[in-house]
């Protein structure tokens, strides 16, 4: 008896075996079986955010400017019949697009016939899995958004013959699930095609359905076969650096402690700063400038996968007098130069060190009590889309009133324009910049306010393409 208890439940355990997933970190040094497959003027990297991703804190981003294709191929599940797919989908964000159906979409290469040639090309597309395509018989997924992360179930929704447009859904197109072509040929199976293409599963963007100036990214593209499922995470390794610094040289000490993370790619990470510097765990390094100077911090995780990230360090130099032994400060409008000895008598009448011919947005004020360089908590500062081809959004919350300056600067520190200068009350606010005339590259967006009492400075960094 206690024999027979036993296999029935062996029995059971292998007849009703869980599920079971596992996570693989796609990098771009490590792409674990998927291909870039950038054409014509089309952009294909990753990408840090946008937002929240699903899985982990990257993505997979695409850029059209025209309709060119943008795809990320995978070749590994050549040969895997359809009806031992137990789970696909994947999730994608659009940033900017022209046209209000453009969205990443999924084809698959289906050979149907045993010959190890592909006779269809089947497209699963978003803007086709709600109300009216979807009907009665197909879940609806609800309509692609800009701006928000949404998941598709491509097991269950739509699918339509491809590539040719006049045989999609808009043109009356069959419209139909996998269950529903699996029982018309049962022995369908994903094939790779070098005649096609190659790679049998492709997460596409552009094509003639396009419009331009798509923007989008895609993350956690899960398939599962006979309830085993992989999902596939698309990291970028990230380098953050951390705010720009503000110190005084001249009066007390010019030193600061810099301190960088990493985010994205394969932990754990190595940390490496530029100038040598005094560096005592790697992620920390203490620098002692003279002149304002520009530091890099270059991570490099597990896969040898490296970002990089500046950080700036800006001299306030107030030294004066014949031996350069004094101290300038700000005295009722009036710049003066006294001795070291007077300047906390100063400070408490409410004189700032430094030049009063500096940007409100630069002087440093001092903290009497702590006699330190007092920096105030950070702004929610963000500019979006990120990277951008024509035009980004700078979107800023102060903390306080004040006097409000925001620049933009190239990588050697150049000022290149000024968006925002003047009197601003608390609250939210945005900017766009449009660098028709710059080439392509990295710059950097500083903003500063200068309330009645203290000083507030944040650096961010975009990125702008072609």
Partial sequence: MKKSIYLIVLFLFYAIKPFSQNVITVTDCNLNGWVKDQRGNSMIMFNNGPASPPVGKGSFHFVTPDQSFGRLRNGQYSGTPLSTITKLSYSSFIEHRDSIVDVNFVVLLVDVNGDNTTEYNLVFDPRYQSQPFVGNN???????????????????????????????????????????????????????????????????????VFSNNFIGDADNFEIGINGVTTIYDF???????????????????????????????????????????????????????TVTSTYTLTVTDANGCTGTDDVIVNINDVRCGDKLDKVKICHNGKEICVAKEAIPAHLRHGDALGSCQQEPATR???????????????????????????????????????NVSLKVYNLSGKEITTLANGYKKQGKYFV???????????????????????????????????
């Fill in 138 to 208: 197909l879940p609806d997924q609800g309509k692609t958004q800009v701006g928000t992360w949404q998941n598709w179930d491509a097991l269950h929704g739509g699918w339509f013959i491809g590539p040719d447009p006049k045989d999609d859904p808009d043109h009356s197109g069959a419209f139909f699930n996998l269950a529903t072509f699996i029982s018309r040929f049962p022995n369908a199976r994903i094939m790779n095609d070098v005649a096609k293409g190659g790679a049998a599963i492709r997460l596409t963007v552009g094509g003639p």
């Fill in 235 to 289: 990291e970028f390794t990230i380098a953050n650096a951390g705010d720009d610094k503000d110190v005084i040289y001249g009066y007390g000490s010019n030193c600061t402690t810099l301190t960088g993370t990493a985010s994205g790619g394969v932990a754990p990470y190595s940390y490496s700063w530029s100038q040598g510097a005094n560096t005592p765990n790697n992620i920390s390094t203490q620098v002692c400038p």
């Fill in 364 to 402: 440093i004020n001092y903290n009497l009590d702590k006699e330190t360089t007092d920096i105030l908590p950070q702004f929610r500062l963000s500019n979006y889309p990120n990277p951008f081809t024509a035009i980004t959004r700078i979107e800023y919350e102060l903390p306080t009133d004040g």
């Fill in 432 to 466: 766009d910049f449009a660098p028709a005339r710059l080439s392509p590259g990295v710059y950097y967006y500083k903003i500063s306010v200068c309330s009645e009492v203290k000083i507030f400075t944040q650096t961010s960094k975009m990125v702008f393409v072609h």
